[in-house]
């Protein structure tokens, strides 16, 4: 299974493709989409869209996760933020992949198994789990690929109660 992982976001949507091979998990690419405050947020929101869909044709992916939204305080931020998400669901949207959203607290508990853990812990976690010599930079990718590993132990976890309902 290939799970793309994304970290939405109109400066920096970070990205990563996962497989899940046997009881490995094998790191096949990452990166961000960047665009500049000096462009007009339509034209940003287009790239950000343009640049999803030729990564979703390139890799394929079987699903793809996206982190939901989480801002306490900062309104402007959170709207910004919703906009690309909007724009990278709807690249997921025209390529008819499977998409399963998670929150900050499950992907944290899902890579670290701690809710409250620091974005250092994931990382590191990160790293240990697809056995990398160093944390995938930047932070916006390394949080896409946290995402990407939620949902497949996500997956893995309901095969398996659903393979428990189909024994009883």
């Known amino acids: 299974m290939l799970v793309l992982g994304i970290d939405p976001g109109t400066a920096i949507t970070g990205w990563g493709a996962v497989r899940k091979q046997g009881d490995d998990l094998i790191l096949v690419d990452y990166g961000t989409v960047d665009t500049s405050h000096d462009i007009p947020l339509p034209q940003r ?16 992916p079987d699903a793809v996760a996206v982190e939901t939204l989480f801002f306490s305080k900062n309104v402007k931020t959170a709207l910004s933020v919703g906009q690309a998400r909007g724009v990278a669901l709807l690249a997921i949207a025209e390529a008819g992949i499977p998409f399963h959203e998670y929150t900050p607290l499950e992907v944290k508990q899902s890579v670290v198994g701690y809710g409250r853990a620091t974005k250092d812990q994931i990382q590191q976690l990160v790293k240990m789990l697809l056995r990398l010599d160093s944390v995938p930079q930047p932070d916006d990718a390394a949080d896409a690929i946290a995402v990407a590993i939620c949902h497949i132990h996500s997956a893995r976890l309901e095969a398996m109660l659903a393979a428990e309902e189909g024994n009883r």
């Not at 287009?46 to 394929?60: A, C, F, K, M, N």
């Open 45 to 60: 929101l287009q790239t950000i869209h343009r640049e999803l869909g030729e990564i979703v044709s390139q890799h394929h």
